[in-house]
């Protein structure tokens, strides 16, 4: 399966955008789908995931109730909104796809497939 990720871009604080993760060549079924981002200079952080195939979630604390991941199958895409943005959630964003271990969720070195990327930038 290969990932295409798009909808970021420049916003001022407290605004709102929806990310984008659209699968080609395969399907998001059967697999863990999750958000990471990577701020200049550092790692690259967990943000939200579907950790079971019923649709449970997962998020980082700090995107907590701001931040939403949804998915649609249909058009096997799954989307990242995010509303009430802070100038510290300037990053590149990316979407990963995979079976990671139980547990082991955050680490970004197991998930296995990977987009490109797409920048969001929040102004102050």
């Known amino acids: 399966v290969q990932l295409q990720a798009s909808g970021g871009g420049l916003v001022q604080a407290g605004g709102s955008l929806k990310l984008s993760c659209a699968a080609s060549?395969?399907?998001?079924?059967?697999?863990?789908v999750a958000w990471f981002r990577q701020a200049p200079g550092k790692e690259r952080a967990f943000v939200a995931a579907f950790i079971f195939n019923g649709g449970d979630t997962l998020y980082t604390d700090s995107v907590k109730g701001r931040f939403t991941i949804s998915k649609d199958y249909a058009k096997n895409t799954v989307y990242l909104q995010m509303n009430s943005l802070r100038p510290e959630d300037t990053a590149v964003y990316s979407c990963?796809?995979?079976?990671?271990?139980?547990?082991?969720?955050?680490?970004?070195?197991?998930?296995?497939?990977w987009g490109q990327g797409t920048q969001v930038t929040v102004s102050s």
């Open positions: 990963a796809v995979g079976r990671p271990p139980f547990g082991r969720w955050r680490d970004a070195d197991l998930w296995p497939t």
């Open positions: 060549g395969g399907s998001f079924r059967g697999y863990k």
